[in-house]
C-alpha cells in the first residue's frame, strides 16, 4: 500500500512539473505582436496560422495598417515585435529610429492593378480611362506606399487624373470600389484576388508597372526577441513563400 502511495505521488509530481513552465518559460504562450501592411491582412493572417503548427506556444496580434502610419506608431513607441512594411521608405524610418533588429529581410514583392466594378461596367481597360469624364477614381494617400505608387504608375503613362478621395490605406481604396463607391481604383495584385467576385482586375502594363518590395525585421526591445526573428526568417522559407505566394505575392 506505501509503494502504491510512493508511486503515485512521483506520477502526480511528475505531471504537475510538466504541466507547470520551467526555468526557461518554455511552456508559456508567448504573444507575437505584428504590425503589417494593410495589404499584407489576408497573406499574414494565413502565415501566422501556418508558424503556429510548428509554433504551438505562440499567439498573433495583428495590427493592420498603411505602413507610414505603423511607421509612425513604432517610432513613438508602439510596442510591437515585428514589423512588415509595404514599402523600404517606412521601414528606413523604423531603423534610423534604432528600433529594427538587424538588417531589414525583403520578403516578398508585388505588382499594381486597377480594381474596378464587378463586371467592369464602365469598360475600364487602361490607366488612361482613369481620367475619362464620369470616371470617379481613389486612390491611397500620397503618404501611403500604394498612393505613392499609384501617382509613380500614373505618371509613366502620362496620365493626369484626379481622384474622387485619398484614403488612409489600399485595403480602404478596395473597399469603396466593391461597395459600389467608386468606379476604380488603383491597388496591388493581391487586393483584386482577395476581393474575388466583388471587384475585376485590370491589369497594368509592365512599362507602367511600379513594384512593391516589402521588407520586415524584428523590433528592438521585444521581450521576444527569438521568436519574433524566427517569424521573419519563417516569411523568407519555403513554407512561408508558398502561404504568401497562394495570395498572389511574388518572391523577392
Do not use: W
Not at 97 to 122: H, W
Request: charged letters at 20%.
Amino acid at each position: 500500500m506505501g509503494l502504491r502511495v510512493a508511486i503515485l505521488t512521483a506520477v502526480a509530481f511528475l505531471a504537475g512539473a510538466c504541466a507547470s513552465p520551467n526555468p526557461t518559460g518554455s511552456l508559456e504562450i508567448k504573444n507575437l505582436t505584428v504590425f503589417a501592411a494593410a495589404s499584407l491582412t489576408d497573406g499574414f493572417t494565413k502565415a501566422g496560422d501556418e508558424f503556429a503548427r510548428s509554433n504551438t506556444r505562440v499567439r498573433f496580434t495583428f495590427n493592420f495598417g498603411s505602413s507610414s502610419t505603423l511607421a509612425t506608431q513604432i517610432t513613438n513607441g508602439a510596442p510591437a515585435d515585428v514589423f512588415a512594411s509595404a514599402d523600404e521608405t517606412n521601414m528606413q524610418k523604423v531603423a534610423d529610429a534604432d528600433l529594427a533588429e538587424g538588417a531589414p529581410i525583403v520578403f516578398s514583392t508585388n505588382r499594381l492593378e486597377v480594381a474596378v466594378a464587378s463586371g467592369n461596367p464602365k469598360k475600364i481597360a487602361s490607366l488612361a480611362d482613369l481620367a475619362r469624364p464620369g470616371v470617379v477614381l481613389v486612390l491611397a494617400a500620397p503618404t501611403v506606399p500604394a498612393g505613392k505608387y499609384a501617382l509613380e504608375a500614373l505618371m509613366k503613362a502620362g496620365v493626369t487624373a484626379k481622384p474622387a478621395s485619398q484614403e488612409v490605406d489600399v485595403r480602404a481604396v478596395l473597399n469603396k470600389v466593391s461597395l459600389g463607391e467608386a468606379d476604380a481604383g488603383i491597388v496591388y495584385v493581391t487586393d483584386v484576388k482577395s476581393a474575388a467576385g466583388r471587384v475585376t482586375g485590370v491589369e497594368i502594363p509592365e512599362q507602367h508597372q511600379v513594384i512593391a518590395r516589402y521588407p520586415a525585421a524584428a523590433v528592438k526591445g521585444t521581450r521576444n526577441a527569438e521568436l519574433a526573428q524566427r517569424f521573419v526568417d519563417f516569411l523568407v522559407s519555403p513554407a512561408g513563400q508558398n502561404v504568401l505566394a497562394d495570395f498572389g505575392f511574388s518572391k523577392p
